[in-house]
């Protein structure tokens, strides 16, 4: 069948599965917009290339389907350098498309060019410049196919204007789909491992039965292998301990007996002390990230380690593993719970007693719980009440997606995630901006389930005008700013290392008005400055699905983070809140 570049184009990605595209035109990409028209795939047309991205990062992260976004040439391309640079640290599938200009024009300092797959190749998983048209369905294929196996991550397509304008002979071509045989034998330098070694994987189990203080360090790559029910089993059977990284949240239910929360920087005391004074740590889907080993030579100096990932690349990166595992996280513990079960383990009297152990864990979960001291008549709001009024007043499947800062590390330590797929995040690159695009792209890909985005008023003010996105599109997400008036996690630390000496973290508590703000973009819109409040105005915020929320929380500045590792401390230095400084470790 005779067709062109951009018709190709489209219908390889309505093979693919391809539901929502989103995107902004421009000139370069301008010949596939017009075949969108004709497809029933949906467009949502964004306010900026950032916007795009971040919400192709959301549907994907929400759904475990690649997102998709599309954009033209040039500062398009660099706009959206963020997103994938994101996607690249957390591993989230994702297909951008770029327009380019004309094949015979590239490299001539044209109108809108710039070398997109030479900016982008350290931050893709795989990027590719297309010069002919015939060669389009093949590449969106292998974009898919990489994009989702193995560990997944951002996949870039440039696609010059002249192979996808009908009205150019360069964009002529016969129409054909590769076939997954096809795709495959045009990637032969590209063979994930997804089956672990079975002799490392009874290696693993030897290591787990002989353990007395061992942890399950869960990341996300049990997320992106779909493992969430295979980690419940594992750990039930036994008896194991599991903590969650940042990226984590919601793999591991946290009202399981077993589940300690999340390590890190500011994960809680009792799962940073775990990992510490573990004896073996059975790191599934995680990365050793600097975050959560803080200073690296003394970190968990005592631990054994097994480590399971599906990139090589991974193994021995920061911390040498005495049990190396290759593969795929569900297809690894799938088997090593095959192994265990043989070995007898789930019996009484097969391996050790880890009661001692739990007995331990027990005493520091009492004697350090998450805390904060309540606000006093007439005080701003605490955020951390504001986190558990959400929490409490919120769907329990509700999705939650957040910005980055003190906002994103209460949100983890407060909110309870107890399903899979519930939390959205900026874990590696840490981007402010990206709540409130990737909330829109979690609703689109989940209309059914209630999304709230937290922010701090600093990343609001950066992707803000994704809300008249949201508006125009009838997505109703809801917003939650928590307004400091502050950089607040800049602040808090200029507070504790830099001996209180504010530089250039302060933000209005009053410009701009945020409650104006949403209301012109849209959206329904409410300020709450008083604990009483706020509950009303969530329920309120929970009932209205017709078009986007936006509630502000005016809140206390001087309120900081806590526990905290301070940056190139070990763990074993972890600050505790005020309160609980003088209790016995």
């Not at 301008?30 to 192709?56: C, F, K, N, T, W």
């Not at 990365?287 to 380690?305: E, Q, T």
């Not at 939390?423 to 709540?435: C, K, R």
């Amino acid at each position: 069948m005779q067709t062109n570049g951009a018709s190709a184009l489209i219908k390889s990605l309505e093979h693919e599965g391809v539901e929502v595209i989103f995107g902004l035109p421009g000139g370069a990409i301008l010949p596939v917009y017009d075949p969108i028209i004709d497809s029933p795939v949906r467009h949502v047309l964004v306010r900026h290339e950032q916007g795009a991205g971040h919400m192709a990062e959301g549907y994907a992260l929400a759904t475990g389907r690649p997102g998709v976004a599309m954009v033209t040439s040039g500062p398009a391309a660099t706009n959206i350098v963020t997103p994938l640079a994101d996607a690249y640290m957390d591993s989230v599938p994702m297909v951008v498309i770029t327009g380019q200009v004309p094949v015979p024009a590239i490299g001539t300092d044209a109108f809108q060019e710039c070398d997109t797959t030479g900016i982008t190749r350290s931050i893709t998983k795989h990027n590719e410049l297309v010069t002919r048209a015939e060669d389009i369905p093949l590449a969106i294929r292998q974009a898919f196919h990489i994009a989702t196996t193995g560990r997944p991550g951002p996949v870039l397509v440039d696609i010059p204007k002249d192979i996808v304008d009908p009205r150019n002979p360069a964009s002529a071509m016969d129409w054909y789909w590769p076939s997954d045989d096809e795709v495959v034998s045009s990637l032969p330098g590209y063979r994930p491992t997804l089956k672990g070694h079975p002799k490392k994987i009874r290696e693993a189990a030897e290591l787990m039965l002989a353990a007395r203080r061992p942890v399950l360090y869960i990341g996300g790559g049990i997320l992106k292998s779909r493992a969430a029910e295979a980690l419940l089993e594992l750990a039930e059977l036994t008896g194991i301990p599991v903590v969650t990284t940042l990226m984590a949240r919601g793999a591991f239910p946290d009202s399981h007996e077993l589940c300690l929360g999340m390590p890190g920087m500011h994960g809680n005391y009792t799962a940073v002390t775990a990992m510490q004074q573990s004896d073996l740590l059975v790191a599934l889907g995680s990365r050793f990230d600097d975050r959560v080993v803080g200073k690296l030579d003394g970190f968990a100096p005592d631990a054994k380690i097994i480590h399971v990932d599906v990139d090589p690349a991974e193994l021995g990166k920061v911390r040498r593993p005495d049990v190396p595992i290759v593969g795929d996280c569900r297809l690894v513990i799938e088997e090593l719970v095959k192994v265990l079960r043989e070995q007898g383990v789930g019996t009484p009297g097969v391996g050790v007693d880890l009661t001692p152990w739990r007995s331990q864990i027990s005493g520091w979960q009492e004697r350090f719980p998450l805390t904060y001291e309540p606000s006093a008549p007439g005080e701003l709001l605490k955020p951390q009440f504001v986190l558990e009024q959400l929490r409490d007043r919120s769907p329990e499947d509700t999705i939650v997606a957040s910005g980055v800062g003190q906002h994103q590390m209460w949100t983890s330590q407060y909110w309870h995630f107890n399903h899979p797929y519930t939390w959205i995040n900026s874990g590696g690159l840490g981007t402010m901006g990206f709540s409130v695009p990737a909330a829109i792209g979690a609703k689109v890909g989940q209309p059914d389930r209630t999304v709230w985005a937290v922010d701090g008023d600093g990343c609001f003010q950066m992707t803000a005008q994704e809300l008249v996105t949201a508006s125009i599109e009838r997505i109703p997400v809801k917003i939650a700013i928590i307004n400091n008036a502050y950089l607040g996690m800049v602040r808090q630390w200029q507070e504790m290392f830099y001996d209180e000496r504010y530089s250039e973290v302060y933000l209005s508590p009053d410009v701009p008005d945020y409650v104006k703000w949403a209301e012109a973009m849209g959206c329904v819109a409410m300020r709450v400055e008083s604990p009483e409040e706020a509950g009303p105005a969530i329920d309120k915020a929970n009932e209205i699905n017709d078009r986007p929320v936006v509630l502000e929380f005016r809140t206390d500045a001087a309120e900081k983070v806590f526990p905290m590792v301070p940056s190139g401390l070990s763990n074993d230095e972890i600050v505790v809140d005020p309160s609980q400084q003088e209790r016995p470790r």
